[in-house]
């Protein structure tokens, strides 16, 4: 009994742990929903001075966006925006113009809405990071593939404006996921504290029942006591055989009376406890059953969050939690331990010749590559956007960048086609090894900057930071 108690505090303490870890989810993806939204905005404000009509608009979305309005009023003004630029459009088309009206723009800084063409590339291209960086859940990310797509054909800030407005809600979205995911979370908690209570008065009732069948014997003690002592007088001041035997016999019916009453007391009792014990059997029986399940479902919910979607493969928190794990273990052990940090080459280029959808595939070709051709003993992740990370333990710097060499060599040779046409995929590392004073952060940097020495002296090759 005591060890489903101790189980199902543990439980309990596993789903505030995850409680916690959903709020704070929830707040990181509440701050981010805010940021795009802001960025929304400032887009809004950059568009202004094209057209009368569109400013309108522009003034009435950045206004909502600044308040946070719901899907349904941020819809209604993106379908009116929307119009307003079809509007300007037609009218450019009826006047023969192109590009922005606005006098005084020299020609060469071409413009799209209020903002040169080289300057909307490059926050283009930052969005299209920013996204990237994204985690979304499962069922999110095929919105946010196409929204990352949209960011490469943006070719307006009133364009660029609307994936923004879309991602905020996209964001907003999970950020609601999270919140239900805390509910159930709650939910359960509230469950596991119902069946905690359960157990705790059914062994109380126990020990009020020890009590009671403890001052029953005493009672009986005492009555048969007092009837025996009486009889044992009784015998002593009889003067006659008929005046004791109805002495003795009254003590003894007395005596039977109390003993009666007693085992009455004690058969209603021992009938409770029965129906007790089996109501608490078949509640320990549920109590099993539940925690089975809550185990599974708590494993899946910890693999989720430690994995990948993309790739199938660790993602960074799972190596934040490995290289914990393997730096105290290098401090207790002389055994070396390297970080080997990789960057696929080029792969701005990759996404811009065959799509995000080509992109993605390449990072997942990376990923399983890496699971399949590493040693046992070594770890793989994904840190971010094309970047891996790999946690070489028992190696010395030397048989780190042996190691490292013989995958990029590999890398250089997988033979990969997307839709028919051939891929070359290559990768630059860099390679750190602990030494004395260092933590996990500061031995990632090292390799990080050697990575960055790769990728300067001319890409797919090894470096010792």
Not at 236 to 258: F, M, Y
Request: overall charge neutral; charged content about 30%; hydrophobic content about 40%.
């Amino acid at each position: 009994m005591g060890e489903v108690y101790v189980q199902q505090e543990q439980w309990r303490q596993k789903y505030q742990d995850a409680m916690r870890q959903a709020e704070a989810d929830e707040k990181r993806w509440a701050a981010l929903e805010a940021v795009l939204r802001r960025i929304a905005g400032r887009l809004c404000i950059a568009a202004r001075g094209i057209d009368e009509a569109l400013d309108t608009e522009l003034n009435q979305t950045a206004q909502a966006v600044r308040k946070s309005s719901q899907t349904d009023e941020l819809e209604g003004l993106f379908a009116r925006l929307t119009a307003a630029i079809v509007t300007l459009d037609d009218k450019r088309t009826a006047s023969g113009q192109s590009g922005n009206p606005a006098a005084g723009v020299p020609a060469a800084a071409p413009t799209v809405g209020s903002v040169p063409t080289a300057t909307l590339q490059s926050i283009n291209e930052l969005v299209a990071a920013m996204l990237e960086r994204l985690d979304m859940q499962t069922e999110l990310r095929p919105k946010m593939t196409a929204l990352r797509d949209r960011i490469v054909g943006a070719t307006t800030t009133i364009d660029l404006a609307a994936v923004l407005r879309e991602t905020a809600e996209l964001v907003n979205q999970q950020r609601l996921n999270l919140q239900n995911e805390k509910t159930a979370i709650e939910r359960i908690l509230q469950q596991v504290t119902s069946r905690l209570d359960e157990i705790a008065t059914y062994l109380t009732g126990e020990a009020e029942n020890q009590h009671a069948a403890q001052d029953s014997n005493k009672s009986l003690n005492a009555k048969v006591l007092r009837e025996v002592r009486t009889l044992d007088a009784s015998v002593q001041k009889a003067t006659e055989l008929n005046t004791l035997q109805t002495q003795v016999r009254s003590r003894l019916d007395a005596i039977n009376s109390h003993l009666q009453e007693f085992l009455a007391r004690e058969h209603a009792r021992h009938e409770e406890y029965q129906q007790r014990s089996e109501r608490m059997r078949r509640r320990i029986e549920e109590l099993e059953e539940e925690a089975k399940t809550l185990n599974l479902s708590l494993e899946e919910k910890h693999r989720q969050a430690i994995t990948d979607v993309l790739t199938g493969i660790p993602n960074r928190l799972a190596y934040e939690q490995r290289i914990e794990l393997e730096y105290l273990r290098w401090k207790r052990t002389p055994a070396p331990l390297c970080i080997a940090a990789w960057d696929i080459d080029r792969f701005k280029t990759i996404n811009d010749t065959y799509g995000h959808s080509g992109g993605d595939k390449v990072l997942h070709v990376v990923g399983q590559f890496f699971v399949k051709n590493i040693r046992r003993t070594d770890f793989v992740a994904r840190f971010g956007g094309e970047e891996f990370v790999i946690v070489l333990t028992g190696a010395s710097i030397e048989q780190a960048l042996k190691l490292a060499e013989g995958l990029r060599l590999s890398i250089e040779s997988l033979g990969f086609h997307f839709h028919g046409q051939p891929v070359k995929i290559s990768m630059s590392c860099g390679v750190a090894e602990f030494r004395d004073g260092d933590k996990p952060e500061t031995v990632f940097e090292r390799a990080d900057k050697a990575l960055y020495k790769a990728k300067q002296e001319g890409r797919n090759r090894c470096a010792i930071g």
